[in-house]
């Protein structure tokens, strides 16, 4: 690989955008795609497989054989709430290879006793999200139940085009936050993206079993490609 393809994939990698790596195994060519610049035809749709799933591999085109290298950025929660569930979410998180951050202006609650070696930042979320920026490859838990918290970086969320976007309440206080959204500039579309009540219907009752309902269905729309998951 030549130095100027390599500072090529390195800036991709450094600002978290998705890169394949083509080498045309007959010549040795090296050629660089993201999600935009990918071809069209059998080539383009192995290089978005390989994108969606990270896994890199041999394909076979036209007779021509080719290795595919993709690269995708670590995926990242961003959790709203430093509450019992995120305790319990943090650790599953970490162990499922996400980079996690937690945010809470509540310093009550955001301690580092309840959250040892953890990315803990104690402040509200329209501070920490002017430099934490949000974007395609993060997902943003909400879990306070308070509009005062939540309600910024779930449209944060929703304008940054997060693979997943999960808001923990009711179906009664989800539709109140959906109003508030709204009177925002968001349309139903838009809307329809927010998974709530959050998690998986798996009937989860303690905080460590929501956890799992919410890493769950992190993990199915992430895999899917689908923003409200398999």
């Given at each position: 690989?030549?130095?100027?393809?390599?500072?090529?994939?390195?800036?991709?990698?450094?600002?978290?955008?998705?890169?394949?790596?083509?080498?045309?195994?007959?010549?040795?060519?090296?050629?660089?795609?993201?999600?935009?610049?990918?071809?069209?035809?059998?080539?383009?749709?192995?290089?978005?497989?390989?994108?969606?799933?990270?896994?890199?591999?041999?394909?076979?085109?036209?007779?021509?054989p080719y290795f595919?290298?993709?690269?995708?950025?670590?995926?990242?929660?961003?959790?709203?709430?430093?509450?019992?569930?995120?305790?319990a979410l943090v650790?599953?998180?970490?162990?499922?290879?996400?980079?996690?951050?937690?945010?809470?202006?509540?310093?009550?609650?955001?301690?580092e006793e309840r959250?040892?070696?953890?990315?803990?930042?104690?402040?509200?979320?329209?501070?920490?999200?002017?430099?934490?920026?949000?974007?395609?490859?993060?997902?943003?838990?909400?879990?306070?139940?308070?509009?005062?918290?939540?309600?910024?970086?779930?449209?944060?969320?929703?304008?940054?085009?997060?693979?997943?976007?999960?808001?923990?309440?009711?179906?009664?206080?989800?539709?109140?936050?959906?109003?508030?959204?709204?009177?925002?500039?968001?349309?139903?579309?838009?809307?329809?993206?927010?998974?709530?009540?959050?998690?998986?219907?798996?009937?989860?009752?303690?905080?460590?079993?929501?956890?799992?309902?919410?890493?769950?269905?992190?993990?199915?729309?992430?895999?899917?490609?689908?923003?409200?998951?398999?």
């Amino acid at each position: 690989m030549d130095a100027a393809t390599l500072e090529r994939l390195n800036h991709y990698r450094t600002n978290r955008i998705p890169v394949a790596l083509v080498t045309e195994l007959q010549s040795g060519i090296n050629t660089i795609f993201t999600d935009e610049t990918s071809p069209d035809g059998d080539l383009g749709d192995a290089i978005a497989s390989a994108l969606q799933s990270g896994k890199s591999g041999s394909v076979t085109i036209d007779d021509i054989p080719y290795f595919i290298n993709a690269y995708r950025p670590q995926p990242r929660i961003v959790i709203i709430g430093a509450v019992h569930i995120s305790q319990a979410l943090v650790p599953m998180a970490k162990l499922a290879d996400f980079d996690v951050t937690i945010v809470d202006p509540r310093t009550a609650f955001a301690t580092e006793e309840r959250f040892a070696m953890s990315d803990l930042i104690a402040d509200w979320p329209e501070d920490v999200l002017k430099t934490r920026v949000l974007d395609r490859h993060t997902a943003l838990v909400a879990i306070t139940h308070d509009p005062k918290i939540d309600d910024f970086p779930l449209a944060e969320a929703l304008r940054s085009r997060c693979f997943y976007v999960g808001a923990l309440g009711s179906r009664k206080s989800h539709a109140a936050r959906l109003e508030r959204l709204k009177n925002q500039g968001f349309d139903d579309d838009q809307l329809s993206l927010i998974h709530g009540p959050i998690g998986l219907n798996i009937g989860a009752a303690s905080p460590a079993e929501i956890a799992v309902a919410i890493l769950a269905e992190v993990i199915c729309t992430m895999r899917s490609g689908s923003k409200r998951g398999g």
